[in-house]
């Protein structure tokens, strides 16, 4: 009330007033404590860096056009929905609710709460269809709905300019892919992903070679994986004891 505030931890999100203040009303308080943080991480997430994507990306988004393409698929919206759900939704919608994946950090179910507001934020942005507001619309929907038609033109003007690069050549991309493989070469443990195969291998021998049989593999390929499991069983006696 007056100049008094709130702390976070006070505010019970689940009632619909506190006291002389809505939900919506105080949470739009600590929306401006960090709107500029926010605005700045999706503009970073759907921006170009000097106006060219990363070259994965790029690849990527060039091999969901020639799909639509070859497939006659002429309508924009699909090929919108197929970037969406392959790297916005898939992958930083669960970074952006989860940090603790990349961080070391303790998310709070306070923080769980904020993080799920941004979260849905982001996700409107890449969305095709147009909320309709009303009184029993969400209050996290409420809160981004003045920023969300701005976000979703400058998503939209994100995938134009990927798709309007000129395309990588595969030379370019193997050798990218050749780089990236060598900086990270000594941080996987090879023997423990041998080992984790063999146990798929080992368990499932049976049904893979009926699903082989029953496809009519070539024969090459069903001694090839005789030959892969006899290698696994030398090395599980020689060394996985």
């Known amino acids: 009330r ?17 006291g002389d203040v809505t939900m919506l009303n ?5 929306k401006v404590a960090v709107h500029s943080f926010v605005e700045k991480l999706f503009r970073c997430i759907w921006g170009l860096q000097s106006n060219r994507a990363p070259l994965a ?8 056009d020639v799909q639509a393409e070859d497939r006659k698929i002429t309508d ?23 940090p603790q994946f990349v961080f070391d950090l303790e998310k709070s179910p306070h923080l769980d709460g904020c993080l799920s ?16 507001l009303g009184k029993h619309t969400p209050t996290n929907k409420l809160l981004y709905a ?12 994100y995938y134009k300019q990927i798709q309007d690069q000129p395309s990588i050549p595969d030379a370019d991309f193997t050798a990218f892919l050749q780089k990236e493989s ?22 499932y021998f049976p049904e893979i070679q009926e699903k082989l049989e029953q496809n009519g593999a070539p024969s090459e390929l069903k001694e090839h994986l005789h030959h892969v499991k006899k290698q696994f069983d030398e090395l599980k006696s020689c060394s996985w004891n």
């Open 57 to 64: 990306v790029k690849h990527f988004f060039d091999f969901l």
């Open 146 to 157: 003045k920023e969300i038609p701005k976000y979703k033109q400058e998503v939209k003007m």
């Open 2 to 18: 007056g100049n008094s505030s709130l702390r976070l931890e006070e505010v019970d999100l689940s009632s619909e007033r506190l």
């Open 26 to 30: 105080t949470m739009k308080h600590y």
């Open 182 to 203: 060598k900086k990270h070469e000594n941080e996987f443990n090879e023997a423990g992903a041998l080992k984790e195969l063999y146990k798929f291998i080992q368990r």
């Open 117 to 132: 507001v941004i979260a849905q934020a982001f996700m409107d942005s890449f969305s095709l269809s147009d909320t309709q």
């Open 76 to 98: 924009p919206d699909v090929l919108h929905i197929w970037k969406t759900n392959s790297l916005p939704l898939r992958f930083w919608v669960n970074i952006l609710k989860n």
